[in-house]
């Protein structure tokens, strides 16, 4: 998956709400407000990506941990380490 900078994206103007006390201190910093915020909402989306993956496929992720718990690990004898 690429990252929000890596790609050629539009962006489009969004209001947001903000802590005030936060804004301030983040613009006397010199954080880009936009940017970071888009960093935190595309790490937010990964996130969730992730947990649905996990949730769609936890019987698949288990019926393969129980295999491998039952029978170990596939071609285990070809492994040189």
Known sequence: MQSAEATNST???T????DS???KEAKILGINISRSAEAG???AVKRHRQENWL??????LASSNA?????GLPLARHRRF
Do not use: D, Q
């Open 67 to 71: 295999y491998v718990e039952a029978n």
């Open 21 to 23: 006390a936060l804004l």
């Open 55 to 60: 949730k769609e496929n936890a019987s698949a």
């Open 15 to 18: 209001n947001l709400s903000l």
């Open 11 to 13: 962006r489009k103007p």
């Open 41 to 43: 909402i595309a790490e």
